[in-house]
């Protein structure tokens, strides 16, 4: 981007987990039959009269005491929005007066990132255009399911305070973990329970001033945020490097072609004609039900990153830490290095190995016990790890399943024939790596270990073989 500074602000749309929508007790369910969880008060008929769900709005309160917000007395309005998606062609929403305001996250970086505000409102209907692309001007014709019409949602507002693709996806990361943790929605992008806008916008390198935005909607995925939001400051600069000049309006990401295509001008809030909603009256949570919302929240992921930096000596920012929170595993990790395990082991094993759901159930002793051995030559790395997937599978004791699976440690003299044996039967590949400069004895390093693994059944240690490799070339070059 040269010198250029891309910046990026995220509305993150989420279904609360409740289990009947926000102004009705139609069920919200994901995967029913189309059109069979609705009612008067979803489909706004004349005499319905709307009642709001008090989960709701305590899962909301929970979000916010979360993310730092300051949860407060709100209102809410109705957004005049004229789509097929809506029933009653409008959508009750809070405008200037959200129940959460003010609020921050911190990234596993260290950096935080401002939330103007997270306020409540109902989904709208799913449309399905048949036919062409998938497009609604493409279509042969369109269907409409109204099951999510009054879905309990909360639009958390980002701060245009991201820089790049990464940053954004580490935000939606890191939102969808407390969303997780604090039970407030399931977050499911693939299910649409959490969805991603995207302003993005392009300003001169060390101006403070920002440039035209422009919105790209309904984001899935952590890839696709990533790709459009790269793809739409590229487009932009280009655009003002070629002395045009960035229009506001509201942009469609197409994932198969890799680009960002207009699909209309940006509308501003007087477009929605907001004006308060009569038929509910003002939500005021008042300041004990607020405590109480604060007190029972769990441990949330920033803190179970800190914790377990602290136990295995890393920085908070090493990726295995985050990946382990992301997973669930942070507890486990912890308890295995308290059980005495190596640290650095066991944050690999939970970086590489255990991607099973069952990790969750291995007990931390025996990845203790597991990493000790590791650490003291008793264990390959390949042998570990198919002692690992034992234990996860059927549990056990460590030193049991090694015996069981005939892992006994190599001598020295048999790995140092194994390797002669390689380098015989690979006359042309070692004439290569004895001749070769360091970046073409790295290719080759790969091959002899991997055939010393396969003469060995995996008994070798990689890195021993690699030591022996080096010290035959070194004396063959005497």
Request: with cysteine; aromatic share 4%; charged share 25%.
């Amino acid at each position: 981007m040269g010198d250029w500074e891309t910046v990026v602000g995220l509305e993150v749309h989420c279904e609360l987990a409740t289990a009947t929508k926000l102004f009705c007790g139609c069920p919200n369910r994901f995967g029913d039959e189309p059109n069979t969880n609705v009612c008067p008060v979803c489909l706004g008929l004349p005499g319905s009269l709307p009642v709001l769900n008090r989960q709701a709005v305590e899962l909301a309160m929970r979000l916010g005491a979360a993310v730092h917000c300051e949860v407060r007395p709100s209102i809410f309005h109705r957004k005049n929005y004229f789509y097929p998606d809506m029933p009653k062609d409008y959508q009750v929403s809070q405008y200037d007066l959200p129940i959460n305001t003010d609020g921050w996250l911190e990234l596993p970086s260290g950096q935080r990132v401002g939330i103007e505000r997270a306020h409540l409102e109902e989904d709208t209907g799913k449309t399905t255009h048949v036919g062409g692309g998938g497009r609604i001007h493409q279509a042969a014709h369109s269907l409409v399911d109204y099951n999510r019409a009054g879905v309990p949602l909360l639009e958390i507002v980002g701060r245009p305070d991201l820089r790049s693709g990464e940053q954004a996806r580490q935000y939606v990361a890191e939102l969808r973990s407390i969303l997780l943790a604090t039970g407030v929605s399931d977050a499911k992008m693939e299910e649409g329970s959490m969805r991603v806008d995207a302003n993005v916008s392009v300003r001169a390198a060390g101006s403070d001033m920002l440039g035209t935005r422009c919105e790209i909607k309904n984001l899935n995925s952590l890839r696709s945020l990533g790709r459009a939001i790269e793809y739409e400051a590229r487009r932009q600069v280009d655009l003002l490097e070629t002395g045009g000049r960035v229009r506001q309006e509201t942009r469609h990401w197409d994932e198969e072609e890799g680009r960002t295509h207009t699909l209309r001008s940006k509308e501003e809030a007087d477009d929605y004609r907001y004006f308060p909603e009569p038929d509910l009256v003002p939500v005021d949570p008042g300041s004990a039900w607020i405590e109480r919302v604060r007190e029972a929240l769990p441990v949330l992921p920033a803190e179970r990153r800190t914790a377990l930096a602290s136990a295995a000596a890393v920085d908070a920012a090493t990726p295995a830490v985050a990946i382990a929170v992301e997973r669930d595993l942070d507890g486990l990790a912890v308890a295995a290095i308290a059980a005495g395990g190596d640290p650095a082991r066991v944050l690999t094993h939970v970086e590489h190995d255990l991607t099973d759901e069952r990790a969750a159930g291995l007990d931390p002793a025996a990845l203790a016990t597991l990493t000790t051995m590791e650490v003291g030559s008793l264990l390959t790395a390949t042998q570990a790890k198919q002692v690992l997937a034992e234990l996860v599978e059927h549990g056990g004791d460590p030193e049991a399943v090694a015996a069981a699976k005939g892992f006994e440690a190599m001598g020295a003299d048999a790995l140092a024939a194994a390797v002669e044996q390689v380098i015989a039967a690979n006359p042309a590949e070692w004439e290569r790596y004895r001749a070769g400069d360091d970046k073409e004895r790295g290719k080759l390093t790969g091959f002899f270990v991997g055939r010393v693994m396969k003469a060995t059944q995996g008994q070798a240690d990689g890195k021993a073989v690699t030591a022996l490799l080096r010290g035959r070339a070194a004396s063959s070059a005497d």
